[in-house]
């Protein structure tokens, strides 16, 4: 063996120095993660090193190959030939260490690059609100030439803002990004479904902890769902497996059952050993069966209502979804709405009649009970400006065969309203869906399952323009998360922006400073915490600066989100049966 001692030792050194520099770079790759323009400048120089690395992986495998012991009497034992054997692995696994460092670049985008994206688009947003606003009041003035003017310069802003959202999207989907939301928006969906299931099917029924939820509060379908979402939470916090007590709904005296799949394959039993009403979570620990009441007789108040999201899962949020407290809900609704198989067929049949195809805008237009109550009385004429809006939108896209409209309305008069105004739309809808809506037939099973083939179809559609005070359209928006990786931005509401009814404070901070002009306006400074009231939807919003106490409108490309995390439990068990 004294021939090979040198030359031995010479190789390890070599790979010792390899390891070294090679852990260096992985590092300062992890460390810069956040600092995506340092990381740019710095990729050059990484890349030479990579280059070098690889030549020198290349001379060792040849070195290797020519210290190879041949076979035969020249063999120094087993020995020898299995420290060569352990080389070449050990080179070979070099080389695929490099080739994947040469591959991180691909693995999606980092979380600061996708929230100034989403900011870009926003801020777009708004300043087209802006100035279309102030332009309309400029065609209120007098003279013929300058209401000429400013048609056109409407039309021409309109081409560049949707020119500017037309490259934003495409940016979206460059470098590999597009396939990374598809999957990390697929993953984390798989997450959390895993985890509600786990939760849902005990081991033992019998011993389970349970919390009661019962369906029939005194209002319609969207809101009694949302009531069970709110329930489904509360349970997820607490670690409880929810007991849905539906018997005798008002939609169906079966039961939610007789419509969506059971919430438990293997626990539906309310009984346990102890049973108490909602007192908080520390006060119920020893109580085996906890009643919660509806979320505005809720007290305490436990920190996972809305809009909080998982703590565990925040940084993933933020970084592929543009409204993580709106994606967080949505995934209670989709395990929610798994339809029974009738339901399934009946939904296909609908669509093959129909004639329901892409591409397709939905109308959700809320009449009867709601107007002059919770809402204000839209005409048609509001929703078809942002539906042609869209259109030219995506016509920029794809080739538009046809402007398609989905509309969903509870008025059966509106749909030959929209086919007489608008001749140069295909209008799609069930007029006795909007008969059903009506009040004198809403509590019915017939009524049910048009409010579910409505909300369906408005959330397949590629973009949703409504009134966020409607539950339906809160609804559809929600579904509609769960079949894109981000679909935050695919909707315009002519009033509300989007809420859940009982949530917690919806907060925005302040990014930069706002004197007010105006007696109308309040200040703002960077880091302020803006109490959000809504968006007027013209470039301002309304709140109150929480530190300031004063409520007033502000510019909403001034503000940013405010992501509440709460610390809801990880589940690992039921993490561990996920696919590594």
């Not at 809720?298 to 407290?325: K, M, N, V």
């Not at 973009?463 to 990786?485: D, G, K, N, W």
């Amino acid at each position: 063996m004294r021939p090979w001692t040198g030359s031995w030792r010479w190789i390890m050194l070599i790979l010792l120095a390899w390891g070294t520099l090679l852990f260096y770079i992985g590092g300062h790759l992890v460390r810069d993660n956040d600092h995506p323009d340092r990381s740019s400048r710095e990729l050059s120089k990484i890349l030479a090193k990579l280059e070098r690395l690889k030549q020198q992986n290349e001379d060792l495998r040849r070195m290797a190959e020519s210290l190879r012991i041949p076979e035969g009497p020249i063999d120094q034992g087993p020995a020898s030939a299995g420290r060569v054997r352990a080389l070449e692995e050990q080179l070979i696994k070099a080389k695929e260490q490099i080739e994947n460092f040469r591959k991180q670049a691909g693995d999606g985008p980092g979380k600061n690059q996708e929230i100034l994206r989403r900011r870009i688009a926003n801020g777009v947003k708004e300043l087209w609100y802006f100035i279309r606003s102030e332009l309309k009041k400029v065609t209120q003035m007098e003279g013929s030439d300058l209401q000429k003017y400013t048609a056109g310069l409407l039309e021409d802003l309109g081409h560049q803002q949707r020119s500017i959202m037309t490259d934003l999207h495409y940016l979206s989907q460059t470098d590999g990004a597009g396939d990374w939301r598809e999957k990390e928006a697929r993953d984390l969906s798989n997450l959390v479904q895993n985890r509600i299931t786990y939760l849902q099917n005990p081991k033992d029924c019998s011993k389970a902890r349970k919390l009661v939820c019962n369906i029939n509060k005194g209002c319609g379908y969207g809101c009694q769902l949302h009531h069970v979402v709110y329930c489904f939470m509360i349970a997820y916090g607490t670690q409880r497996t929810l007991i849905l007590e539906s018997q005798n709904w008002r939609y169906a005296t079966s039961g939610w059952e007789s419509v969506f799949k059971a919430v438990s394959e293997s626990c539906t039993d309310r009984s346990g050993t102890s049973t108490g009403h909602w007192s908080g979570e520390a006060n119920d620990r020893d109580v085996q069966v906890v009643e919660l009441p509806i979320v505005d007789s809720l007290h305490p108040r436990p920190p996972y209502l809305p809009l909080a999201i998982p703590e565990d899962l925040a940084d993933r949020l933020d970084r592929l979804h543009g409204d993580p407290s709106v994606w967080w809900v949505s995934q209670f609704v989709k395990y929610l709405i798994r339809p029974q198989p009738w339901l399934e067929k009946e939904i296909d049949e609908a669509t093959r009649k129909m004639g329901f195809k892409h591409p397709i805008i939905g109308v959700h237009v809320r009449r009867t009970d709601k107007v002059g109550t919770e809402a204000a009385f839209h005409p048609i004429e509001e929703y078809m400006v942002q539906v042609e809006e869209h259109f030219q939108m995506l016509g920029r896209r794809m080739h538009i065969d046809k402007k398609r409209v989905y509309l969903a309305t509870d008025d059966p008069s509106l749909l030959q309203e929209a086919k007489t105004k608008y001749k140069d739309y295909e209008f799609i809808s069930d007029n006795s869906i909007s008969w059903s809506a009506g009040l004198h037939n809403r509590y019915t099973e017939n009524s049910l399952r048009g409010v579910i083939l409505d909300i369906h179809f408005l959330s397949q559609t590629d973009f949703l323009v409504c009134t966020f005070s409607s539950q339906v359209c809160r609804v559809a928006y929600e579904i509609m998360q769960t079949l894109h990786p981000d679909a935050s931005s695919h909707f315009h509401s002519l009033d509300d922006i989007y809420y859940f009814g009982g949530q917690n404070a919806h907060n925005q901070i302040a990014i930069y400073p706002h004197q007010p002009r105006t007696g109308e306006e309040i200040l703002l400074e960077p880091g302020d915490v803006i109490g959000v009231a809504g968006n007027h939807w013209d470039g301002y919003s309304k709140g109150m600066n929480r530190k300031m106490g004063r409520t007033g409108l502000y510019p909403s490309y001034k503000v940013k989100e405010k992501i509440e995390t709460v610390k809801y439990p990880t589940y690992p068990e039921a993490d561990k049966q996920l696919p590594q």
